[in-house]
């Protein structure tokens, strides 16, 4: 039994529906990150989880129990808001206290407890100040301690990390983890950022048109995404996606993405003539100043590079985004180190080749992943 | 997403829960209950022949009274003199507001501590201000008929002159809720954007051009809310009318509810006050219907609830 | 021995069977002075009504009253802690000013309220409260043993004011004629006569008018010669009914006039009959050259002040309206006032017509102490009470029985310190009495009649005119009542 | 910088002109305040004379003040022409502080947790009642006020303070309910959920968070709710019996009342306008807000 059992659940606006039939199920102390654009019904799902909204449909349940028609009192549920929701006219130590005096524990306890997640979350100093005194980080601790000191069976995060600086978004996501780890909670964690997903989550579920697309470990979840347009939810900046063809030359496979060939012999046993999509992330691209050398009947020999016009560089974070096109007219986005992408110049030439071991397949109608054979001597 | 949000129901399935609403608002429904039960006793009322000191005579008359009430002279100069009233105050009141909102413009401690000055008269009863301006308008002993007569204007009878009775209460009206109109509209100017002005100012445009073009424009949303809150209040006048002459000299100012009152307290005659009554409302509801539609837009404006 | 006999004569003097004079021979004789006469009567008298009568009967009840801003309800207020020691019956008053009282007393009967139990109050008025039936009949309480002490006398009371205050409740009717019932039980009456300040006629050299032409230029004199704030005449001029019933009525009766025609059970209006529109232009245009400048808000309490404050001088008013202003010693014109009879027809014959008011009392018909409430009526108007009214404190003045003006120092007073009171109202009371016709209607049309002088008086309509609308309104008020003629 | 569109000028920006833009700025200035505030100081002023002083041609500035008027109506007596007589204003502004208290008090009751349903929760009631009260904030008073005078006199409440509380509702419920609903749906609906999400149910989540929260908006609002019942007329001059009046009415009856005692009547006024006028200085920053029921802030 599971602590969370989310379990058929849907919920519509009148004729819109925002989702139908959703099903998931969160263990003691797992994280799972609920990731998708905005507007794609995150929120809802949180408010209905937190008793803020009724389902239409389906069942909730916390350790077996169920709690669809529970009010939000009685849920056993901790959240952390996006905006924080802060009790403006509480002290940080009567906020975090809160929910503890909700459910009557003893002044002694109260204190003990409210000091000690203060203390993980490095917000003891500023307990007896109010929330506007408070620092926007602090205040963010602040309700992450409000949302974990009861040890809620359930924890509902909304974007937390929206809101706060770049510096403390990477902090928190180091420390996340870690604190998560010490609950028994479920946890719940909705973002639209990738990577946070990534970092924090034990598994990731991709909600998308009312579904979730997809479940499973983030870097599964990455790696084979189940769909084209999956793999191009997840990830920043986003998967690039071609139509190509196999064809079968010299006994070796062969797929031409971009007009760039690629020998996938091995890793795909397809016939020749098929049409798919071809995916390949941006950081996995391979780039260089000159042609690559001609290519050899070798199948293991790198693929045969494509000529193409760096429009444009644009730095992110540690890594730098290149967009580049191609004669045929192809824009490819390509993710580089910041080092390697500094000896590139805005509208110079460049050849690009993609790894086959990274290459993804897609089915050409429907996009359905076409799993590549495990890696031979894996 | 958020305002949908904000909408909905903290939970719905428990009856109990659901009941949260009904269960806040009970009394102020029974508040509505207790001014729309008179409501329609008063609408039956204006359907019937009720002199109170007759009462063998009542009966339904169904829509006599009305016909009765549209054939009378004296009903049609009630509702002219309403009419007058309310566009001489609201129009006047809306000139002078504007121009002396216009002068407050700028958040100096000066012009702050003027407008606030400036409420005060809002503040004091209009029956207590009429009472005021009597004390200053008297003929014999009252300061501004000394000052009339010190320009020259002898014999100026204020309010107890036909001709000049009008006069009387409307500079009454204007003195109690052109305030009304300047925080209103100072409220508004000075939540304006300052971008087009200081555009406008760079560019050098004449100011009659952005006064037309730009201020008044922006500014008419809380134009038209002040202007048909006061034309509700306006038409409906009792206070300050009742306060000075009671509806005289003869029939001078017979408003609209001056003339309820009589009918009902000096001519007992309940069913004709309804129907006058029921003209009235007919002509508030209509505007009070436009008067909402713009409140509620401004409200939205200021709580900053994107219009559904 | 001696105590019993002084109460003897005591009793005997309170129940009409002696005059002043003897009774305080008499009680000399016995060794009691002025002074404790006084004393020991308001003593047997409240001793004598208990003997005869179970004052007692509503002890320990409490009633309320309406009270108007007037003398004759300081006298009300002045006795109320010796009816409640007779009596044992409570009363709590709302006094309210005059205008603000009959709209009180309208909306409280009006709708059906039990708050007052009974309340001063006027013919006209009663007309309509008859009808609607808000007052009781009072008869069944004069004619019940059980209820009236023996001592009352209502016949005492004088017939031309128990007939006032009684109608038929048919319209056109005859006061106090067949099949009347007692709307009211009168209290002081007043008759309109003319007061005038004696300095401002000599300095304009002036004496008292004889009729409307003559009035019309003393006032224009006055105020041309006199000048400064001073005016010639002062006369009642709001929009509402009391503008019309005292001088104005009593000069357009005395013209010609009548208000309505009446013929079995229904009326017309009348009033613009070419006596009243002559009567009517003359009366406005003298307001209008020599009247206060703010006639138009003038009700009694207005015209009394000029009087008393000396800035009109004369008023065609109440007869009591100057004498209370002779006798505030803090008015300018205190002791300067003299009265005057006045006709204003010159080519009238005889005594003056006066309209007549009474201030009489009246019980609330939805009262639940009606009994009660009709002892303190039936108290108020004894002749005792009425008696020691007009001598110790002097508030209440034109007193309704008979028997008080044949007081001696009740006359003594008039004729010292009021010079022409008696004169003025031994010539009015003739001919006084309610001009006007009984109908319910009488509020509105009155109300209509002073709004339509207001009209004439700011030149918007002539008096020919004006008073053709004014008819043709009211004829139109009577059809929808269903009693037009 | 944007100066005020008085002070531009169309004229060459010359020294002169823009003295005489200053010039006539101030004199504008003058005129309105004077238009605005001489009634209030000369009435004032007539508060302290004595009647002569009063009725002196021309009128005058120097008088030697005196507190007699303001002595006689705390005594309760005054002297006129027809003796001493009783004044009740006293009781009468006790009476008006006493029915704007009341009424503030019930509306509060009545209208803050209707408020918030309304704010909170989309209802159809919930509007239909909001916006009933609010159209009959419009309509003529003497509407509902003769046929309620009618039915308190059948059934013998025509003389209780409570139903005179009653029928303010009608000025100061939709007053209290538009803004408070305001302040209501200015709060974060989250921080509410958060607080039901520590364990404590609607109720309490409604006194603990929602009304702490609202509160400057409720103190606002019960406030000018006050001063429109106090200012209020016509409602009690239909409905109140003599002994219940407040000022507004006490006022008019004592002018009728005392005639010419003008120096009595200044004091009354003064009396009935001044705690009001206290009121409003003490809340100026809430009064466009409760004079444009909620839709406009200063």
Redesign the interface.
């Known amino acids: 039994m599971a602590r969370l059992e989310i379990d058929r659940l849907a919920k519509a606006f009148g004729a819109a529906t925002v989702f139908d039939g959703l099903d998931l199920h969160v263990e003691r102390g797992e994280t799972v990150a609920v990731y998708g654009r905005s507007g794609c019904g995150k929120s809802v799902l949180l408010s209905i989880l937190s008793g803020a909204l009724a389902a239409d449909g389906g069942d909730l349940r916390i350790d077996g129990k169920s709690v669809i028609d529970a009010p939000p009192e009685a849920r056993d549920v901790g959240m952390a808001f996006q905006n924080f929701a802060l009790y403006p006219h509480m002290s940080a130590f009567d906020n975090i206290a809160s929910p503890l005096r909700g459910q009557k524990k003893p002044a002694r306890e109260i204190a003990d407890k409210v000091q000690a997640v203060a203390a993980l979350l490095k917000i003891d100093h500023v307990l007896a100040h109010s929330p506007q005194a408070l620092s926007n980080g602090q205040r963010q601790r602040t309700s992450l301690a409000r949302a974990l000191v009861a040890e809620p069976a359930v924890l509902l995060l909304d974007d937390p990390l929206r809101n706060v600086d770049a510096k403390l978004r990477y902090e928190m996501r180091l420390e996340m983890p870690n604190l998560f780890r010490q609950f028994e909670s479920a946890v719940i964690y909705v973002t639209q950022d990738s990577r946070e997903a990534m970092a924090l989550a034990d598994r990731i579920a991709i909600l998308h048109d009312g579904k979730f697309r997809q479940i499973g470990a983030p870097q599964e979840v990455y790696e084979f995404p189940c769909t084209a347009e999956v793999g191009q939810l997840l990830g920043d900046p986003a998967i690039n996606l071609f139509a190509c063809e196999s064809a079968a030359r010299d006994g070796a496979l062969l797929v031409n993405p971009a007009g760039c060939e690629v020998n996938i012999s091995g890793r795909y046993d397809l016939p020749a003539a098929g049409k798919y999509l071809a995916g390949v992330r941006p950081e996995d691209i391979d780039l260089a100043a000159t042609p690559a050398p001609a290519p050899s009947a070798d199948a293991d020999g790198p693929a045969r590079g494509i000529e193409a016009v760096v429009e444009r560089i644009t730095p992110a974070n540690v890594r730098s985004l290149l967009v580049a096109s191609t004669a045929a007219g192809e824009t490819i986005t390509v993710s580089l180190p910041e080092l390697a992408a500094e000896q590139v110049a805005p509208k110079s030439r460049a050849w690009l080749s993609f790894p086959a071991d990274k290459l993804l397949l897609f089915a050409a109608d429907g996009g359905q992943l076409i799993r590549p054979n495990p890696p031979a001597g894996g | 997403?958020r305002s949908?949000?904000?909408?909905?129901?903290?939970?719905?399935?428990?009856l109990r829960?659901r009941l949260?609403?009904?269960l806040?608002?009970l009394?102020?429904?029974?508040?509505?209950i207790?001014?729309?039960?008179?409501?329609a006793?008063?609408v039956y009322?204006s359907t019937q022949?009720y002199?109170?000191?007759?009462?063998f005579?009542r009966g339904f008359i169904g829509f006599g009274q009305y016909a009765?009430l549209f054939t009378?002279r004296?009903f049609w100069h009630t509702v002219q003199i309403s009419l007058l009233y309310t566009a001489l105050t609201v129009g006047l009141e809306l000139v002078l507001g504007l121009a002396?909102a216009?002068?407050?413009?700028?958040s100096t401690l000066i012009n702050n501590i003027?407008s606030?000055?400036?409420?005060?008269?809002?503040?004091?009863?209009?029956?207590?201000?009429t009472?005021?301006?009597?004390?200053?308008t008297?003929?014999?002993?009252g300061?501004l008929s000394?000052l009339i007569s010190l320009a020259g204007i002898d014999?100026f009878?204020w309010?107890?002159?036909?001709?000049t009775a009008l006069f009387t209460v409307v500079l009454v009206d204007i003195?109690v809720y052109?305030?009304?109109m300047i925080?209103?509209l100072l409220?508004?100017l000075r939540?304006l954007p300052?971008q087009p002005?200081?555009a406008a100012?760079l560019d050098g445009v004449?100011?009659?051009f952005?006064?037309f073009r730009i201020?008044l424009p922006m500014l008419t949303p809380?134009i038209i809310?002040a202007c048909l809150?006061r034309m509700?209040d306006s038409i409906?006048q009792?206070?300050i009318i009742?306060?000075m002459?009671?509806?005289?000299?003869?029939?001078?100012l017979k408003v609209?509810?001056v003339q309820?009152?009589?009918e009902?307290?000096?001519?007992?005659?309940?069913g004709r006050?309804?129907a006058v009554?029921?003209v009235?409302?007919v002509i508030?509801?209509i505007?009070?219907n436009y008067?909402?539609k713009y409140?509620?837009k401004?409200?939205r404006r200021?709580?900053g609830?994107s219009a559904e | 021995m001696s105590k019993s006999r002084i109460e003897d004569t005591a009793r005997s003097f309170l129940a009409g069977n002696m005059s002043r004079r003897a009774f305080i021979a008499r009680m000399s004789r016995l060794g009691v002075g002025a002074a404790a006469s006084a004393g020991v009567l308001s003593a047997v008298a409240n001793r004598a009504w208990a003997q005869d009568f179970n004052w007692r009967k509503h002890a320990g009840k409490t009633i309320k009253v309406l009270l108007p801003k007037h003398p004759y309800a300081t006298y009300l207020t002045q006795i109320l802690p010796a009816f409640t020691e007779l009596t044992g019956i409570r009363v709590e008053h709302d006094t309210l000013p005059e205008g603000p009282f009959f709209e009180k007393k309208t909306s409280e009967l009006n709708t059906r309220s039990a708050t007052y139990d009974a309340f001063m109050d006027g013919i006209m008025f009663a007309w309509g409260e008859l009808l609607a039936g808000q007052i009781a009949d009072l008869n069944e309480f004069i004619g019940d043993p059980g209820a009236t002490s023996p001592a009352y006398n209502w016949e005492g009371i004088l017939p031309n004011m128990r007939a006032s205050c009684a109608w038929s409740g048919i319209p056109g009717d005859r006061l106090g004629g067949p099949g009347s019932r007692q709307m009211l039980v009168p209290l002081g009456w007043e008759g309109y006569c003319v007061s005038y300040n004696r300095e401002i006629f000599d300095a304009a050299g002036v004496t008292p008018p004889e009729n409307l032409p003559a009035m019309r230029e003393t006032s224009a004199k006055i105020k041309r010669d006199v000048g400064g704030s001073v005016h010639g005449i002062s006369v009642r001029g709001a929009a509402n009914w009391g503008t019309i019933h005292p001088g104005y009525l009593s000069g357009f009766t005395s013209y010609g006039g009548q208000d309505f025609r009446a013929e079995d059970g229904k009326i017309r209006a009348s009033m613009n009959s070419p006596q009243g529109k002559e009567f009517t232009q003359l009366w406005i245009d003298m307001v209008r050259e020599s009247g206060p400048p703010k006639w138009t808000e003038y009700i009694w309490y207005e015209v009394g002040q000029d009087l008393g404050a000396g800035v009109a001088g004369m008023i065609f008013d109440a007869d009591i309206l100057g004498f209370f202003q002779n006798t505030d010693e803090n008015n300018p014109a205190a002791g300067k006032i003299a009265f005057a009879p006045f006709a204003a027809n010159p080519a009238a014959n005889g005594n003056p017509k006066s309209n007549l008011w009474v201030w009489s009392l009246g019980m609330n018909n939805y009262s639940a102490n009606k009994e009660a409430a009709w002892f303190w009526i039936q108290y108020n108007t004894m002749p005792q009470q009425l008696l020691a009214g007009v001598r110790d404190n002097g508030s209440l003045i034109d007193p309704v029985r008979g028997s008080i003006w044949n007081d001696a120092g009740f006359i003594k007073r008039l004729q010292d310190d009021y010079p022409g009171y008696l004169n003025q109202y031994e010539k009015t009371v003739g001919e006084c009495q309610v001009y006007f016709t009984a109908h319910p209607l009488f509020a509105q049309s009155a109300d209509k009649w002073s709004r339509k002088l207001h009209e004439i008086y700011a030149r918007q309509v002539t008096a020919d005119e004006g008073l053709d609308q004014l008819a043709e309104e009211i004829n139109a008020d009577l059809n929808r009542a269903g009693y037009l003629l | 910088m944007n100066s005020p569109a008085i002070m531009q000028t169309v004229f060459d920006k010359t020294r002169i002109a823009d003295l005489l833009t200053t010039a006539g700025y101030a004199l504008a200035l003058t005129a309105v305040v004077l238009f605005f505030l001489f009634p209030i100081f000369w009435v004032l002023l007539m508060s302290f004379q004595t009647n002569a002083d009063i009725l002196r041609t021309p009128p005058s500035l120097f008088f030697s003040p005196t507190l007699s008027n303001y002595a006689a109506i705390f005594a309760g007596k005054m002297e006129t022409s027809t003796g001493t007589q009783d004044i009740t204003f006293l009781r009468n502004l006790g009476n008006s502080a006493l029915l704007s208290s009341l009424s503030v008090l019930l509306a509060l009751a009545l209208g803050v947790p209707a408020a918030y349903a309304f704010a909170r929760y989309q209802f159809r009631l919930g509007e239909d009642i909001a916006f009933t009260l609010l159209s009959f904030r419009f309509a003529p008073p003497l509407l509902v006020l003769l046929p309620m005078a009618l039915y308190f006199g059948q059934l013998g409440l025509n003389d209780s303070y409570w139903s005179l509380v009653w029928v303010y509702q009608l000025i100061v419920l939709p007053l209290v309910l538009w803004i408070i609903r305001g302040y209501f749906e200015d709060i974060n609906p989250d921080i509410e959920h958060a607080y039901r999400l520590d364990g404590n149910g609607w109720g309490a989540t409604f006194l603990k968070i929602a009304i702490p929260l609202a509160r400057p908006g409720i103190a606002a609002a019960a406030l000018l709710a006050f001063i429109f019942a106090w200012n209020n007329f016509i409602f009690a001059l239909v409905l109140a019996s003599a002994a219940k009046q407040p000022v507004t009415v006490g006022a008019l009856l004592f002018v009728t009342g005392s005639g010419i005692q003008y120096g009595y009547i200044a004091a009354a006024t003064v009396l009935s306008v001044a705690p009001i006028l206290a009121l409003a200085l003490f809340l100026q920053r809430h009064l466009v807000e409760g004079l444009s029921l909620g839709a406009v802030k200063g």
């Open positions: 997403m949908r949000l904000k909408s909905r129901p903290l939970s719905k399935p428990p829960a949260v609403p009904y806040l608002s009394p102020a429904l029974l508040v509505c207790g001014i729309l039960v008179p409501f006793t008063a009322y022949r002199i109170i000191t007759l009462p005579t009765d009378d004296a002396i216009l002068l407050l413009r700028r003027i606030v000055a400036l409420m005060l008269p809002l503040m004091v009863a209009p029956v207590i201000a009472l005021m301006w009597k004390l200053m008297d003929p014999s002993y300061i000394y014999g009878r309010a107890a002159a036909p001709s003195w052109t305030p009304f925080i209103l409220a508004g939540s300052t002005f200081e100012q004449p100011k009659t952005v006064f201020t809380y809310t809150f509700l409906q009792f206070d009742y306060g002459t009671k509806g005289g000299p003869g029939d001078t609209f509810q309820a009152y009589v009902f307290y000096i001519a007992n005659n309940v006050s309804a009554l029921m009235l409302w508030t509801f505007i009070s008067f909402i409140w509620l401004l409200r200021t709580h609830i």
